[in-house]
């Protein structure tokens, strides 16, 4: 279990058959309704079990279910709306509680959808990605996409608690576990030149889905995500820094068109390991970090199942215009997250373009 402080206080507890656990779940359920939100590939496989989970934890709870259809694409306003309506539906009062069972994509609309409903009720995130795992189900950022670009519509909504059932990972896609991982490398490249040894050792058990090297790296990448968030919930300072590869990943994946399903776009964890790479050579072209450490982080992230070089057919300078739309950017120069040392990163603001572009050309 780890702890996370900030703007509100919430477990996250990671570890196998914590969705059929009714014991866990009872200590921050309350109130009568449930609505379990979950996705065209997930509901079918775990929402049945959640679902007796409940009743088991609760004696008298009303559930009911809200799926869409899976994929990035589902991320709008209107499936916020029909999950809105579910909830009507459901009659569900202030003390209601939504279930988010799913990846990503999920817990954004999900949390989002609780931070509305009656101007704010419970979610409990049950993350069934290892990207959610690791990354969006802890730290309360929620939100969906609009036609003008992703994340644009959100709130800051911390969930009452995270259960991440280990498990579940092994109906998670290779890809898909992939695409996570490169979310556990972004916290060895900023926080801790330890964990990317660690990484480094471990990189075939993990590729491969071992059980045990996945709950120590999901374990560990939590503890990164819950002392930044503890230490800045709402990305005033050091929270940025968790967008190391994002810039880069974020202006991949909107020149690409966002991956759909069947799709040879790469997801998001994909163009973000892309995208760590690039920002690590941006930091050698700077003189921050040395030409080798960037190469080594290539060769982790490929042994792991990763690209590391730009789709074919992406333009440099499409890719640039995009950065400057990028919501992280700023007024006066492009802002990067780049290495000091690999290990260590620090915000870097005025970044010249012509050494963004050498980059992107030369990847
Ligand atoms: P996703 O939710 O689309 O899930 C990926 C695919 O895996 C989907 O097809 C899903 O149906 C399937 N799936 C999920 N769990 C499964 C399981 N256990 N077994 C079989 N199939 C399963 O994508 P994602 O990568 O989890 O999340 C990406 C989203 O997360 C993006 O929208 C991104 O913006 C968001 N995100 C948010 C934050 C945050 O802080 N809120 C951080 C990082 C990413
Ligand atoms: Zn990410």
Redesign the pocket.
Known sequence: TVRVEGERLYDISIGPGLLADPVRISHVLRGRHALIVS????AP??ADRVEQTLHAARAGMQVARFVMP???Q??TLSRFCQCLDALATLGATRDATVIAL???????LA?FAAACWMRGIDVIQM??????MV?????????V?LAAG??LV?AFHAPRAVIADTT??????PR?LC??LA?VVKYGAVFGADFLGWLESHASALAAGDDFALTEAIARSCLYKAEVVSRDPYEHGERAL?NFGHTFGHAIEAEQGYAG?GSQAL???EAVAVGMVLAARLSSALGRASAADAQRLQVLLQRLGLPTALPAGLDPQALLARMRLDKKAEAGGLRFILWDHAGLASVVRGVPDELVLDVLRAA
């Open positions: 996705d065209s590939n997930v496989l775990y899976a994929g990035e589902e991320k799913g990846g990503g994509v999920i817990g954004d949390g993350p069934t990605t290892l990207l959610a990354d969006s189900s802890v730290g309360g950022k929620t939100g996409d992703k994340n959100g579940v990972l092994r109906t998670l896609p898909e695409a996570g979310e968790l399903a997801n998001h964890g």
